[in-house]
């Protein structure tokens, strides 16, 4: 469910989505927004980003991958988590905290939000976001 190259914001992103995923991602970014207002939302690989905004000299791709990411896909949602860093990967055990989830290397994925203990998923997203 990639979107369209279009959209350049996370409110593009979230209303291209069809209506039941759309809630539940627009709830996941409100969250993740509450809980991390130091990290500035944006449009990263397709997905909405979270962290510093680097662009690079004609303001296309992205020079910093976001800390947290989350992307609506056709069977899952994903939240990645420690940006594109492909030295540490998540410990498949937190999957025994979060709920009905998946993990792989930094990516957690379930079918619906009332899948996964949001409180918990908020809880390891703090950790890994630095404070300014």
């Keep these: 469910m990639k979107p369209p190259s ?22 996941l970014h409100e969250e993740i927004v509450k809980i991390a207002p130091h990290l500035k939302p944006w449009i990263a690989y397709g997905m909405i980003g979270y962290g510093k905004v680097e662009r690079d000299a004609g303001n ?17 949602i994903r939240v990645y988590l420690g940006g594109h860093d492909t030295t540490s990967t998540l410990d498949p ?10 993990i792989g290397g930094c990516c957690i994925r379930f079918k619906r939000l009332a899948d996964v203990d949001i409180q918990a998923l908020l809880d390891l997203i703090v950790q890994i976001c630095p404070r300014e």
């Design 6 to 27: 279009r959209i350049t914001t996370p409110e593009q992103y979230l209303l291209s989505l069809p209506e039941d995923r759309r809630k539940e991602m627009t709830e």
């Design 60 to 76: 296309r791709q992205p020079r910093a991958a976001p800390i947290v990411s989350i992307a609506a896909q056709v069977r899952h």
């Design 93 to 102: 055990r937190i999957s025994e905290t979060l709920g009905q989830v998946s």
